[in-house]
């Protein structure tokens, strides 16, 4: 698909924006309040990854800010350190590897992250954000918002804190959440009112209702406890008090470039984790560049650590909610960080009406998206070797966290493919290439996820106007990732390119189907040995058909 111009879906985009920054706000505070830092560090690093971040990155649905994943990393480092100051050294220090990272092209990582183990995150994100939220919705705040870990700050767990919830239901908070939901799912069906964003409707129905409450002096009426709660500024120069700068003095501190270099990497990780995500989740199934991505993270990372800011990374629950609510360019992103930039600054008192129940019902709405039932029929209809590394991931993540369940996941994934046959997922015949011969990629008897990254780069690299025969009649077993690479380049890629793809010897289980008619043009190139088979080395390949 070609590139969207930034404003060609002006209307959907700033919408969606709108909403994004809504969730964003209670997120930035809670994960600055959960990693022990001042809660203005949370907004700081929100308006980075959205307006430094969204402007640089390639991706066009990613959310970028403050993460979940982090707030260990960022408490056990301010606590190490007694001062923020220092930390913010180590924040910048972080930036600058990330950016060396992205311009070494590191990115290429993400290539081998397996799609099974990626819905896995999706769907165990989706779960959690269910867990977290439900106690919000009902009215009861004792774990902050932002805190994604399964071991809660205060003591629960993310089911026990279910049963706590039910000794403190508020009836106040809990009116108001199923009224919101009503409204995030009913609003779009009533003719001429759909153009209003149905969350944003949401939320002032819910502010409205609890003014209504705390006006008539009804017990219905929510504490300030379960409101938002921005820092108020009392003028422009207290405003600009809250930013802060890191402290060089500590360059020298060896804890500083340690603690620098696992926020570059844990930050790095669950960057390229998300946006293969948001790329998973994106309806126009777009690829976005993750070197691109490794140097705008960087940056983002440089510029937060000099304001005062906690280290940002992309993050799959804005990033899901943006895509769920219309966003198809980064201008969704840049304006989400643009209201949080100017909401903080001038109408903070305003936002801190807002009552969480609110925010809560729209974050229940998006989880529920990402972890249907039948996500999970999905991927137990495509075989053992896609649900069981699917399925632990799941469990894993919720159980644990994001880190330590994908990397439960790949263990599984590589085990299961280890005992099969990994051999070269294609062969190669050396022949010089003419223009309007046809390339022929002959297939392994077994392709793994571990073969996705030089089949997905060989693809990539085919000349227009070219025809390319993807011959599977030796195969037995293809990964589904292959598949889908596969299948994107037939349905997207080639079309752009003008490449016509022949699909010979795929079996019936792969659902990939085989074409049925070729031409007589196509089989006499066929026949006359103007083919060549393609190898598994890329770089071979280059230069075989003369594009390096």
């Given at each position: ?62 959310v970028s800010g403050p993460a979940a994943g982090l707030t260990a990393v960022v408490l056990t480092a ?312 699917f399925l632990v991931t799941v469990i894993a993540i919720v159980f644990t966290d994001l880190l330590i ?45 571990l073969n996705k990254a030089s089949i997905l780069l060989t693809l990539d690299h085919m000349p227009e ?84």
């Amino acid at each position: 698909m070609s590139r969207q111009s930034l404003f060609s879906n002006l209307k959907g985009d700033l919408s969606a924006g709108l909403v994004v920054f809504l969730i964003a706000v209670p997120l930035c505070l809670g994960i600055a309040l959960a990693s022990g830092a001042p809660l203005f560090a949370g907004m700081i690093a929100g308006i980075v990854g959205g307006i430094v971040v969204g402007s640089l990155s390639g991706s066009q649905l990613s959310v970028s800010g403050p993460a979940a994943g982090l707030t260990a990393v960022v408490l056990t480092a301010i606590t190490k350190f007694g001062v923020f100051d220092i930390f913010l050294l180590a924040v910048v220090i972080g930036g600058i590897m990330q950016l060396a990272l992205g311009l070494v092209k590191a990115g290429i990582v993400a290539n081998y992250f397996p799609s099974n183990v990626i819905k896995g995150m999706l769907t165990a994100i989706g779960i959690i954000i269910i867990l977290k939220q439900l106690p919000h919705a009902f009215g009861y705040d004792a774990d902050s918002e932002g805190d994604f870990a399964f071991i809660q700050i205060d003591g629960d767990n993310s089911f026990t804190a279910l049963l706590s919830t039910l000794n403190h239901i508020h009836l106040g908070a809990t009116l108001i959440t199923l009224v919101s939901i009503g409204i995030i799912l009913y609003w779009n069906k009533i003719p001429k009112l759909g153009a209003i964003p149905a969350p944003l409707v949401a939320v002032l129905v819910g502010v409205g209702m609890n003014a209504l409450f705390i006006a008539t002096g009804s017990v219905l009426a929510v504490a300030p406890s379960h409101l938002v709660s921005l820092p108020v500024a009392k003028d422009f120069s207290s405003f600009i008090g809250q930013f802060s700068l890191p402290d060089f003095s500590a360059i020298t501190n060896k804890d500083v470039w340690i603690v620098g270099a696992t926020i570059a990497i844990v930050a790095s990780i669950e960057t390229l984790l998300n946006l293969e995500a948001t790329d998973k989740l994106d309806p126009l199934k777009r690829y976005s560049s993750p070197n691109r991505e490794l140097k705008a993270q960087g940056i983002g990372n440089i510029i937060s650590g000099m304001l005062g800011g906690l280290p940002v990374t992309s993050v799959i629950v804005r990033s899901s909610a943006n895509i769920n609510s219309g966003a198809r360019t980064r201008l969704s992103t840049i304006a989400h960080g643009s209201l949080l930039l100017v909401c903080t600054a001038l109408i903070p008192s305003l936002l801190n009406k807002i009552p969480l129940a609110t925010l809560a019902a729209v974050l229940l709405v998006t989880g529920y998206k990402l972890c249907k039932i039948s996500i999970f029929k999905e991927m137990f209809k495509n075989g053992k070797y896609q649900w069981v590394p699917f399925l632990v991931t799941v469990i894993a993540i919720v159980f644990t966290d994001l880190l330590i369940g994908i990397a439960l996941g790949m263990a599984v994934s590589v085990i299961a493919i280890l005992r099969g046959n990994i051999r070269s997922s294609y062969f190669f015949r050396k022949e010089k290439y003419r223009t309007g011969d046809s390339i022929i990629l002959e297939l392994a008897q077994e392709v793994s996820f571990l073969n996705k990254a030089s089949i997905l780069l060989t693809l990539d690299h085919m000349p227009e106007n070219s025809t390319v025969v993807i011959d599977a009649s030796k195969t037995t077993y293809i990964d589904f990732d292959v598949l889908e690479t596969i299948r994107e380049f037939k349905d997207v890629k080639a079309v752009q390119k003008n490449i016509t793809v022949i699909l010979t010897g795929f079996r019936d289980e792969y659902r990939l189907p085989n074409t049925e008619n070729i031409s007589p043009e196509h089989q006499q190139k066929i026949a006359s040995g103007h083919v060549h088979t393609i190898t598994g080395n890329h770089e071979q390949l280059l230069k075989e058909l003369q594009l390096n």
